[in-house]
């Protein structure tokens, strides 16, 4: 956004301003040197791209390109200028050259913040359906939007966070907190965009919380720093890296590194992340952008792998990067480097070099109040996939005596403030709209949430504990908040396709979608009560809680008047339910997570039982939020601490893994969902691969992108069948967990999806690779453990129908 990138200028000039206001210049550099040096390992210098794979023809275009390059072009496409367009981003250009420069775009979940544009299901949502065709075409159609908006990189998927903070607040924007489903999703959606447009995974690494991501450069305290995450080498590759490694592998074109700090260096400085990890033992071949705004740095930041900075960069700018090679600063090898990176990811998709994209950005007007020529990206071909993501990302958690679905019942009353659209979805230049959050205008006390703060919370770490409103009072909620979300082409409430569904049934309808205490105000004689509530997150804070007493006390409220009541929480993140579960005349529970812009019409489909709910959760769900330990909130100084220290001391042991640990009973646990039907699994057998080869260390194999090949090897494959024993057509979502020895008891390493009829039985075959079953031992990299690793099959992570072993 315009403005964003504006008032992000002077934030950063405050840093400079106000930093030392309370400490002398002597002592930051005394905090900063202490802090920032020797605690990540260096690794110099960047390897070069190599054209590995499939970007062999795209690395020779690009080399032959870059020779015909002065110095000064190479360090012109280096970051962001300014631009007419509405782009995030715009990258300099060589016109001489015929290199028209790079339009990036936000997000991963549609494009942001434009006229024209289909509002997808969130990143979580997605997630919820555990359904990797559907992400793959969510992407392909999302993809294509981009490119007929002129977007050259969009700005997404999210694999990080993965989530490990229960109140994290850009957690919706990715999957799942567990890696191996982030990866298989992240998989697709990569190659689903890159039929259209390059992708950018984001963010490089361990960024995790929104609390202290970048320092409080608006308040006195400037000279606090960003949160550094301090993460050891095992966790590292079996949790947080692991969905980068999967995105990498489909060909990601961008990666993005972070705000936060790793081991105290900052993410686009750090050479051990980006030139260790990322372009090293991952084989990365495209470019890393930083973070809008993240660069720290001039040549170290180049030295450290970082190859464009935007939105701008004050550091390389002017020819600055060039006059560092010809001063002896700067490797040329480096920058011609970073200019075959970014040139290769230009070459990769032949549309960006086509005539049409001489002028990027070209459908995305810098502002939507002024006249424009209205580019509508949209396909009507991309309809179905929209309303089957909404569909399916509905997750059916209770169902007393098949309250649902639904068969014309003759009366329903609906409640909360999260049934109706917002009453405002016009773009209007410096609001919430452009986020997401038109529908957050107010806490939950009635005090108004300002535009302006929202701004300054994107920019500046505030106090901790300083969010946005936890619940969006003006209106359902489709997307989260911050430059994930989503602008949608309409919104189809809840209420309005109750309407038409009243209509068409002859059902009496009644609604409150106003008031909070019900008491005296619900109808008796109503066979159902709906009531429709949320829990908001947005980029910028972490969230306030997991649940608001002021929902729970109205569902409750109501349901003490009406004895089927039947609950729909449109959350980005998890929500507790303990205020409302046990409630005997609570019949009901849906998570709709964020549907996009079909929310109405597909959480009918469900309710109504045209599909049965095919969604599972793709986190755990606890009794009370002290359950989730030390990772329900973000981390915290410790006394006087001005570099914030996050030591990932749980090591892999998060979300389910933790509550198998810990031996805490979840109230929902990870994988669980209800169908209308049943199922029953049988014959499992497990066998060893031909000519696998089981050796404790991976055999010598090429690096390709995303590693390793050795470690794509099939080793076993489990099989195993599955029965649809009720009587309506229903998919099941079977989900194999392996004990990796030395490892947590269960980890997810496959599921699949496949809906069957009454009666009709299916056969999944998952195979095991070499990484699935393996742990990360620091000097030897994936090796497969000795012993036994037992095998389960399951409805959910506990919920285990069949059970087997293997053994190495
Ligand atoms: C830092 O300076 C600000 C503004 O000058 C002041 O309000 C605050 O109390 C000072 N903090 C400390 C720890 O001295
Ligand atoms: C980062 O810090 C962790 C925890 O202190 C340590 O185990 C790891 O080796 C460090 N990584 C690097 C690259 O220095
Ligand atoms: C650098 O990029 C800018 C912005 O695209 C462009 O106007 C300018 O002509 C470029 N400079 C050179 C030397 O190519
Ligand atoms: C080399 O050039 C860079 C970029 O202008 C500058 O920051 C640096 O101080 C110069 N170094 C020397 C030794 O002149
Ligand atoms: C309402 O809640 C907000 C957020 O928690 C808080 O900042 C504000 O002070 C509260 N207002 C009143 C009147 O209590
Ligand atoms: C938002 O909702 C609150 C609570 O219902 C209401 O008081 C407020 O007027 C609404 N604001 C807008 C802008 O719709
Ligand atoms: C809710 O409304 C009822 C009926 O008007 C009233 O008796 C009760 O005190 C109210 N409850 C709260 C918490 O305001
Ligand atoms: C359930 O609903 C019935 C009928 O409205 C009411 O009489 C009863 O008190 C309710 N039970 C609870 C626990 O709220
Ligand atoms: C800055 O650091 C101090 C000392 O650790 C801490 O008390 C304060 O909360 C921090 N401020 C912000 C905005 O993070
Ligand atoms: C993090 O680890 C460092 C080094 O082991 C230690 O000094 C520090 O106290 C730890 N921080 C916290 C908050 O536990
Ligand atoms: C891989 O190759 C290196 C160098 O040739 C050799 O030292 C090592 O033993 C090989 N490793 C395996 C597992 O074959
Ligand atoms: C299927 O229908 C039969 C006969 O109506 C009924 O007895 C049975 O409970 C149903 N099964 C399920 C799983 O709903």
Not at 121 to 142: C, E, K, Q
Not at 213 to 241: C, F, G, M, W
Not at 713 to 719: G, H, I, R, V
Not at 780 to 791: F, M, S, T
Request: hydrophobic letters at 35%.
């Amino acid at each position: 956004m315009k403005l964003t990138t504006s008032l992000l200028a002077i934030g950063l000039a405050l840093i400079e301003f106000t930093s030392g206001q309370n400490l002398t210049k002597a002592e930051l550099a005394n905090l900063e040197h202490y802090w920032s040096y020797g605690r990540s390992a260096p690794v110099y210098p960047t390897p070069q791209s190599s054209g590995l794979g499939e970007w062999s023809s795209a690395y020779a275009k690009a080399k032959a390109l870059v020779a015909q390059m002065t110095n000064f072009e190479k360090n012109n496409i280096t970051y962001g200028q300014a631009s007419t367009t509405g782009c995030s981003g715009v990258s300099g250009s060589v016109p001489r050259l015929g290199f028209p420069g790079l339009c990036l775009a936000d997000s991963g979940n549609g494009v942001r913040g434009t006229d024209g544009v289909n509002g997808w299901p969130s990143g979580i949502h997605v997630g919820a359906s555990w359904n990797t065709d559907l992400a793959y075409d969510r992407a392909l159609y999302m993809g294509a939007e981009f490119k007929n908006k002129g977007v050259s990189v969009a700005l997404g998927p999210v694999v990080g966070p993965l989530g490990k903070i229960a109140k994290g607040g850009r957690n919706w924007e990715g999957f799942s907190n567990d890696p191996y489903l982030t990866g298989k999703l992240a998989y697709e959606t990569v190659q689903g965009l890159e039929k259209n447009v390059m992708s950018c995974v984001k963010h490089f690494i361990g960024n995790e919380q929104e609390t202290n991501r970048v320092p409080p450069a608006l308040l006195p305290t400037a000279y606090n720093q960003s949160l550094s995450s301090n993460i050891d080498p095992k966790t590292e590759h079996e949790l947080y890296i692991w969905p980068f490694q999967d995105a990498i592998r489909a060909g990601a074109g961008a990666v993005m590194c972070s705000y936060n700090r790793y081991n105290n260096s900052y993410g686009c400085q750090n050479s051990y992340s980006q030139n260790g990890l990322l372009k090293g033992e991952l084989g990365f071949q495209g470019f890393v952008v930083s973070d809008w705004g993240a660069q720290r740095t001039g040549i170290a930041s180049a030295d450290a792998g970082l190859d464009m900075a935007m939105p701008g960069s004050s550091y390389w700018q002017n020819g600055n990067l060039s006059q560092a090679v010809s001063n002896g600063t700067l490797s040329q090898s480096r920058l011609d480097d970073i200019a075959t990176r970014i040139i290769s990811t230009w070459y990769r998709l032949e549309e960006l070099n086509s005539p049409a994209f001489s002028n990027p950005g070209f459908g995305l007007p810098a502002s939507l109040n002024l006249p424009h020529v209205l580019v509508d990206a949209r396909d009507p071909a991309s309809d179905p996939t929209i309303l089957q993501g909404a569909v399916e990302g509905h997750v059916l958690v209770k169902n007393v005596d098949n309250t649902l679905p639904l068969n014309k019942p003759k009366y329903l009353s609906l409640f909360g403030y999260d049934g109706v659209a917002a009453l405002r979805n016009t773009p209007n230049a410096g609001t919430k709209w452009g986020f997401g959050l038109e529908n957050t205008q107010v806490y939950p006390n009635g005090t108004v949430w300002p535009d302006a703060f929202l701004f300054a919370t994107f920019l500046s770490s505030e106090p901790a504990g300083t969010t946005g409103p936890g619940i969006a009072l003006n209106g359902t909620m489709i997307t989260g908040g911050g430059s994930g979300s989503t602008t949608p082409a309409y919104i189809d409430a809840p209420f309005d396709a109750f309407q038409r569904q009243a209509y068409q049934d002859r059902t009496l309808l009644s609604w409150n979608f106003v008031e909070f205490n019900l008491t005296g105000k619900v109808d008796p004689a109503s066979d159902h009560c709906v009531v429709f509530i949320n829990a908001q997150s947005s980029e910028g804070w972490d969230r306030p809680y997991l649940s608001d007493d002021e929902s729970d006390l109205m569902v409750n409220n109501v349901a003490a008047q009406c004895k089927s009541t039947i609950v729909v929480i449109h959350s980005a993140g998890l929500r507790l339910v303990d205020g409302f579960v046990n409630n005997p005349n609570v019949t009901a529970i849906i998570y709709a997570h964020l549907p996009g812009q079909d929310s109405g019409r597909a959480l009918l489909e469900v309710m109504y039982g045209v599909q049965s709910p095919s969604g599972r959760l793709p986190y755990t769900v606890a009794k009370q939020a002290t359950d989730y330990g030390a990772l329900e909130n973000p981390t915290l100084p410790v006394g006087v601490e001005y570099y914030t220290q996050d030591n990932y001391t749980e090591g892999v042991y998060i979300d389910y893994k933790h509550f198998i640990a810990q031996n805490i009973t979840p109230r929902f646990e990870f994988g669980y969902g209800l169908t209308y039907s049943t199922f029953s699994y049988s014959s499992l057998a497990i066998s060893p691969a031909k000519n696998a080869n089981t050796a404790y260390l991976a055999p010598n194999s090429t690096l390709a992108e995303g590693g390793p090949t050795s470690l794509w090897e099939t080793l076993y494959t489990a099989t195993f069948c599955v029965q649809n024993t009720g009587n309506v057509t229903a998919a099941e979502v079977p989900q194999l967990y392996v004990g990796i020895p030395g490892g947590p008891p269960r980890v997810l390493r496959g599921f699949g999806k496949a809906s069957l009829q009454a009666g009709a039985e299916s056969t999944f075959t998952f195979a095991l690779n070499r990484r699935d079953l393996s742990a990360w031992v620091p000097g030897l990299g994936w090796v497969l453990q000795k012993g036994e690793y037992p095998v389960y099959v399951g409805k959910s992570v506990l919920d285990i129908q069949l059970r087997g072993s293997l053994t190495v």
